[in-house]
């Protein structure tokens, strides 16, 4: 399920316009050249009051946003943590041109250990809404993506599970965790 989800986020960065605005409603942009003349014309919505304190992060969001918009899978590999696999080449494919709109709830902060440093690294939490057309399965989704520091630059991440269900409220009042939404 977490992989899906990660498709999803991914998918929904497709529709961002290059230079996503600070106001909450971009209009939607057709597909940039050298993108697939079926490519989706989405929007991303990523409001001012949940960017994050730190500019480079919201660039490296407003990056793989436009990364995603542009359909280029290498590049969007690319952005990925080293130890870490996106998924495949079709199935990216297959969801960036069902995108039709997203928003970015929450940017969340975080301070973890890394295994190399005894002190507290900042991590990022994103959630975001998508909104897909009506061909797939369940068309509105939650996503949930983590952003961390390696070798000097901010990379995309999967976020442990208890994580996910924590950001996307899957936990019951006595504390034990529910299950998040079905895979589609």
Not at 5 to 14: D, E, G, K, N, Q
Not at 25 to 42: E, H, I, L, Q
Not at 112 to 127: A, E, G
């Amino acid at each position: 399920m977490l992989r899906k989800l990660w498709i999803l986020l991914i998918t929904a960065s497709v529709g961002c316009a290059a230079g996503c605005r600070e106001d909450v409603a971009p209009t939607p942009t057709p597909a940039p050249d050298g993108a697939a003349a079926d490519a989706p014309a989405g929007v991303i919505e990523f409001p001012a009051e949940v960017r994050a304190a730190d500019d480079t992060v919201n660039d490296f969001v407003h990056k793989v946003l436009t990364t995603c918009q542009s359909g280029d899978y290498d590049a969007f590999r690319l952005l990925w943590s080293a130890s870490e696999e996106p998924f495949p080449r079709t199935r990216y494919e297959r969801a960036w041109k069902s995108f039709r709109r997203a928003r970015v709830s929450k940017l969340i902060e975080m301070r973890t250990k890394t295994p190399d440093s005894t002190d507290l690294q900042p991590v990022y939490v994103v959630h975001a809404t998508v909104d897909l057309d009506a061909s797939v399965p369940e068309p509105e989704r939650d996503i949930v993506l983590l952003i961390k520091r390696e070798n000097e630059a901010w990379t995309l991440a999967r976020p442990p599970q208890h994580l996910v269900r924590k950001i996307l409220g899957h936990a019951n009042d006595n504390g034990a965790e529910s299950q998040p939404a079905a895979d589609p």
